[in-house]
Each structure stands twice: as structure tokens, then as C-alpha cells.
């Protein structure tokens, strides 16, 4: 399709010419024959006039439509693909902050999700910014799935390919930013060249962070000065309740925070399914996540929120300021973090959200934001010790389900039974029902602890759905993660 401008036109030239060959044999060969009385003479010339007006024409057309499509093509290569692979946002910020810093230097660049990326595009791009994350044990994000899959088996060819890549991860896991690693090998395999050697960050070490942006000056020829800074506001502690008073667990808050606009006029906006991002005290400044359990229609960030001990007694920096030392009225810096892969589907499709523990404050939020648009078709899988005394916004979930909100609600309080029952138990004991609401076009959510509840429930989708089950939902953006 690219090079039929040019064909068309290359051939309408050597129509033409070949048209002015014979044009020239006829009057030099035989000049005594053309006469301009004889209407056969006269009738030769217009039908040679008109074919050669037409073939005109048609190169002319030619031309301009190959002249459009190198330009179009051009831009298109030009434009520098800026790629994240994210489980909970931060590369997907970074890859933001990138491609504006770019654009900010007139370099043209393209932000594109991982997950939306064929093996066509990648083909066809000559230069391309991977910031690409690690999770799980030295997994690749969920939604990565289908790239892996669809893109890196097909093996493409890459040898036009100019690229950098960015690793997130943390060295507290044993396989250190391992899905950043892998893709390296892959694309190098695949023929492409590195523009720089790859970044790998550790726990978003502002220094690696800050040698991606100079290399980056150094690729687009300026330094890159317009590297938007997430915007950390400060916020206020307006509220905080103990929710498990009694509880055989650590004590767990209700927080609610409001953000001091002060004269900026700044409105907070967030998604359910987005995070909200302390600023702890440090050098440099610690960052410290907390899944939204509200809407901004709340009036304010809702975080649910255990008290955190460490193994030598000591609470946590930010559980601690939230739970215990914050005074109410006090303020700290904090920042949304857009987690986009957690967000509600765009449709009313139905949902199945499982989680335990903290694991609420995010589902709560997806309940909240599908409540609010009319989406009903809800089925809430929570699991924690004692219904008596950590049901967590009990009189709310028990309204939602009573008005029909929330069509189906399962609490597994593991320690009111004789047999010790979990979220994952209760999946596989209503595996028909599980079934039947996937056949409807379900998506899954999962949030709350990594370890224990979300590798069981992926292991109890595994029993109940088999490996292609599972692959399928992963890769078509029905089972999603926000764990921790
Ligand atoms: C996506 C996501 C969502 C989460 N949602 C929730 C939630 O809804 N509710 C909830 O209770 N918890 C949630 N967590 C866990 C939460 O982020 C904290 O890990 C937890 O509250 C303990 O933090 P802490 O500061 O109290 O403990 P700490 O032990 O002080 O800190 C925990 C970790 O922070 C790092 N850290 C702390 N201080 C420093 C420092 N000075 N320098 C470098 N690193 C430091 C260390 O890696 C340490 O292991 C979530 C985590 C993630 C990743
Ligand atoms: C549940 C969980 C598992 C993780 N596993 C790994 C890992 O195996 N290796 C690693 O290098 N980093 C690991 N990390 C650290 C993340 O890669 C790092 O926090 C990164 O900034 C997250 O980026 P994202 O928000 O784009 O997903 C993990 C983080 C979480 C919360």
C-alpha cells in the first residue's frame, strides 16, 4: 500500500514516454501520410491528444498520492514511541513525563501502553523508549500477557529499530528488575540497537532516574528542562477511625484526607483504582503507596490502612503519621498516581472483586465509581479474621447488597469456622457461579496482599478455568491486579 503512489506514477511515466516514442516514429517516418484535411489524420491526433491528457492526469494524481504517503510515512517514523509496561503506574508516569519532556523539544512522540502494541507498529518504528516494570517474582505486569504472547513469539523482524529501555524494580526481590531485563535481550535478538545502555532503578532512585533524562538530552540533541514533576500538594488529615477495635490483627484506620488547595485553586481528581502516593520524610524523600477507597464526589481521599510493625517492634514510617502520630488538622505532601490498569471497565460489563484485608480500600472505590454510573452487576469476594470485629464498612456493603448494588456479596471470615476458610476456598466452591458470570463477559479484580491471598486466588482460577483460561483473561484485560 506504501509504494503505490510511487508504482502508479513510475508506470504512467513509462506510458508516457513510451507514448512520445511512438508520437515522434509517426510524423518522422511518415510525414507524407498525416494530413491535416484528412479526418483520419485529424481523429488520430485527438485520440493520441486525450490518451496522453488522461495518462497526464493520472500521473499527476499519482504523484501527489505517493508525495502524501512518503509524507504521512515519514511523520510517522519520526515520531518517537514512548512504551509502558506498568502494574500499578509508575512506569506508566515516567513514560508520561518522557514523552512531554520530548515533545517540549519538538520531538515528536507517541505514548503507547505495552499491551496495545503490535508486532506491525514496532515493526515499522525506528525509534522506540521502553520504561517497563517488575512484579510478582520477577514477573512481567499483568497486562504484558498479550504483547509476550501475540508480539514476542512472532519474533519480528527489528533491525531498523532504535531503542532505549528503562527498568523499574526493587533489590529487596531476588529477581531485580527482571521483565526489563528480558525485554532488553528480546528486542537485541530481534536486531534492534540500543540508543544507551539500559537504566535499571531501584526503588525509583532519583539518581538512575535522573541519568535516563540526560541520556535522553543527549538523544533529541537538548536537554530536557520540561521534565513535569508529579505535583505533590499537601493534605490534610480531616479524619480517623479505628475499624477492628478488638481485632486478633493489627489495628486498621479509615483515613480520610482533604487536599489544601490554598490559593492555586487545584481540584484533586482521581479514578477509582488510582493511588495516592505519600512524601515521607527522607533524603531523598520517601514515596509511599496507599490504594483510594473513595471518588472525589467523597469530598476527599479515603485510605483504609493498617498499622504497620516491624520485626524489631518499630511502626512504620507512613502507617505510623496516618495511624497513630498525624494529628488531625496536620498536613503532609502526597501525590496521585494515575494506576490505569486498575480502573473500571468502560462498560457495564459485570465485575468480580476479591480481596482481603486493606485490599477493600480499592475495591471499594471500583464499587463506588460503578454504583454511581449505574453499573450493578457487582459480586464483592472479601476475606478477613472475625466478621465481629473486622467487617470493614459493614453497614455500607450490607445497604449496597440489600439495594441491589451489589448483586452478590461473599464474606469469608477465616477464623468464625471450624475449618479455616479464605477468599480462594470460596472461589472454588462457587466455581458454577464463577463460571457463568465470566460466559457474561466478567472482569476480575484483585486487591490486597501479593503473598498468600493473590497467588492463591491466581492458583484457584488456574484449578477452575485451566492455564488458557486464565492466559485468555489476562490478555484480553479481564483480570486484573493492584497488590502488594
Ligand atoms: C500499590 C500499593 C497499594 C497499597 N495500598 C495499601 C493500602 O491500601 N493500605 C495499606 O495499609 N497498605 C497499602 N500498601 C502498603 C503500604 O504502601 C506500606 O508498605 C505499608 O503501609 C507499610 O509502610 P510503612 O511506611 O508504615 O512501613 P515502613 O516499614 O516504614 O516502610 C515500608 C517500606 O518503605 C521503605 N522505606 C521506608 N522508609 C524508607 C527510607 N527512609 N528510605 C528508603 N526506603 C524506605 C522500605 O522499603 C520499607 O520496607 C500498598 C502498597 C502498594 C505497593
Ligand atoms: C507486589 C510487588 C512485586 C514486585 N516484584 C518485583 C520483582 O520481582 N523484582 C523487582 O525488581 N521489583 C519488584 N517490584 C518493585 C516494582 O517493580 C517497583 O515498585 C516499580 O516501581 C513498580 O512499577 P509500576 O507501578 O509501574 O508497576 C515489585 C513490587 C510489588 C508491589
Not at 538512575?208 to 533524562?213: E, G, K, V
Not at 490483627?249 to 485553586?265: D, E, K, Q, R
Not at 452478590?408 to 476458610?421: A, Y
Request: hydrophobic residues 45%.
Amino acid at each position: 500500500m506504501k509504494r503505490s503512489g510511487a508504482w502508479v506514477a513510475a508506470v504512467t511515466g513509462l506510458l508516457l514516454a513510451m507514448l512520445a516514442v511512438i508520437a515522434v516514429l509517426l510524423f518522422s517516418l511518415q510525414p507524407a501520410r498525416f494530413e491535416w484535411r484528412d479526418p483520419g489524420s485529424r481523429r488520430l491526433l485527438v485520440t493520441a491528444g486525450s490518451v496522453t491528457f488522461y495518462l497526464m492526469l493520472f500521473g499527476l494524481l499519482g504523484w501527489r498520492r505517493s508525495r502524501r504517503d512518503r509524507q504521512r510515512n515519514s511523520q510517522a517514523g519520526d515520531a518517537v514511541l514512548v512504551i509502558h509496561s506498568s502494574q500499578t503506574g509508575h512506569a506508566e508516569q515516567i513514560a508520561r513525563q518522557t514523552a512531554d519532556a520530548l515533545q517540549a523539544v519538538n520531538v515528536p512522540a507517541q505514548l503507547v501502553a505495552l499491551e496495545l502494541l503490535d508486532a506491525a507498529m514496532l515493526g515499522t518504528a525506528r525509534r522506540a523508549l521502553f520504561i517497563a516494570s517488575t512484579t510478582g517474582e520477577g514477573d512481567p505486569p499483568d497486562a504484558a500477557l498479550r504483547f509476550i504472547r501475540q508480539v514476542m513469539m512472532e519474533a519480528p523482524e527489528l533491525g531498523e529499530l532504535r531503542y532505549a529501555l528503562l527498568a523499574l524494580g526493587d533489590r529487596e526481590y531476588s529477581q531485580f528488575c527482571a521483565w526489563g531485563r528480558r525485554l532488553d535481550e528480546w528486542l537485541q535478538e530481534q536486531g534492534a540497537k540500543p540508543l544507551f545502555a539500559r537504566i535499571d532503578v531501584n526503588n525509583a532512585d532519583p539518581a538512575a532516574l535522573a541519568l535516563w533524562r540526560s541520556q535522553l538530552g543527549v538523544f533529541a540533541g537538548h536537554a530536557l528542562d520540561h521534565w513535569r514533576q508529579p505535583e505533590v500538594r499537601q493534605w490534610q488529615l480531616i479524619e480517623r477511625r479505628l475499624l477492628n477495635p478488638g481485632s486478633a490483627g493489627a489495628p486498621c484506620f479509615h483515613i480520610a484526607l482533604a487536599p489544601v488547595s490554598g490559593n492555586s485553586g487545584w481540584e484533586a481528581g482521581w479514578e477509582a483504582g488510582d493511588v495516592l502516593a505519600l512524601q515521607l520524610p527522607g533524603d531523598p524523600p520517601v514515596l509511599r503507596d496507599y490504594s483510594i477507597a473513595s471518588l472525589p464526589s467523597d469530598g476527599g481521599v479515603h485510605l483504609l490502612v493498617r498499622q504497620t510493625r516491624r520485626a524489631d517492634g518499630s511502626l512504620g514510617v507512613g502507617s505510623s503519621w496516618l495511624t497513630q502520630s498525624g494529628e488531625i488538622g496536620g498536613t503532609l505532601p502526597a501525590l496521585l498516581r494515575s494506576n490505569s490498569s486498575f480502573h473500571a471497565p468502560d462498560d457495564a460489563r459485570p465485575v468480580i472483586l476479591i480481596g482481603n484485608g486493606t485490599g477493600l480500600a480499592g475495591l471499594r472505590a471500583l464499587l463506588k465509581s460503578r454504583i454511581a454510573s449505574g453499573a450493578h452487576d457487582n459480586w464483592l469476594i472479601f476475606g478477613e479474621r472475625n466478621a465481629e470485629h473486622d467487617f470493614y464498612y459493614r453497614e455500607e456493603l450490607l445497604a449496597w447488597h440489600g439495594q441491589g448494588a451489589l448483586k452478590q456479596l461473599d464474606l469469608v471470615f477465616s477464623r468464625d469456622g471450624e475449618r479455616h476458610e479464605y477468599v480462594q476456598d470460596r472461589l472454588r466452591a462457587r466455581a458454577p457461579a464463577l463460571r457463568e458470570w465470566l460466559e457474561r463477559g466478567a472482569a476480575i479484580y484483585v486487591c490486597g496482599s501479593a503473598q498468600g491471598m493473590a497467588t492463591g486466588v491466581d492458583d484457584a482460577l488456574h484449578e477452575i478455568l485451566g492455564a488458557a483460561g486464565v492466559e485468555h483473561l489476562r490478555e484480553s484485560g479481564r483480570y486484573r491486579r493492584d497488590v502488594y
